[in-house]
């Protein structure tokens, strides 16, 4: 972290406006994972019927290998960032050694460069990671990522209804008031 603040580059990726609607979104975890299924199951059956297009981007999740392969998984998605709202990297629970590999440096700097926001989903309640720390937002589970996209749209679904209400009540208001001008002239 300390590394990464001597470069500039902390708090990058945070700077990156978050979309008002992230239906398109880049998964990167590993395609067995409970938390990935859960992750799936929780944004497709959503109660609201929202849409969601979540491609895997598949990666090793844990031991020796897994900062290398998250960092090639995210190279594949930045060939293709246009097509992507958000990138998510989610990971269910473990020990705490299991997560180390989200605590490297490399991993840290791509999240910091990476043109769209990431959003990470690693571990437990209690765990906290470097990706945690650097990506544009941090939750803590799989599921509670899911959950958050989920939101936007409701959000988002909200402000749509209300400015239809007031486009419906502004129209109302502008007949009504040309209605009662044209009976003024009409009477004269």
Do not use: W
Request: charged letters at 25%; proline letters at 4%; glycine letters at 6%.
């Amino acid at each position: 972290l300390q590394k990464l603040k001597e470069e500039g580059v902390l708090n990058m990726n945070k700077t990156i406006p978050f979309p008002l609607v992230p239906q398109r979104i880049a998964v990167i975890s590993s395609e067995t994972a409970a938390g990935y299924g859960d992750f799936i199951d929780t944004l497709h059956k959503n109660t609201y019927g929202f849409k969601f297009v979540a491609n895997l981007f598949p990666a090793i999740m844990q031991g020796e290998q897994s900062e290398k392969s998250v960092i090639e998984a995210m190279d594949k998605i930045y060939e293709c960032d246009k097509d992507y709202d958000v990138t998510v990297i989610i990971r269910g629970g473990g020990a705490q050694s299991e997560l180390d590999s989200f605590n490297g440096y490399d991993l840290a700097f791509h999240i910091t460069q990476f043109p769209i926001p990431v959003i990470t989903g690693i571990g437990h309640e209690r765990d906290e990671t470097v990706a945690d720390y650097v990506s544009n937002i941090a939750l803590k589970t799989p599921t509670a990522v899911a959950e958050f996209l989920i939101s936007k749209m409701v959000n988002f679904n909200t402000l749509l209804h209300d400015q239809m209400e007031k486009i419906i009540n502004l129209t109302k208001k502008y007949l009504s008031d040309n209605i009662n001008l044209f009976d003024k002239l009409i009477v004269k």
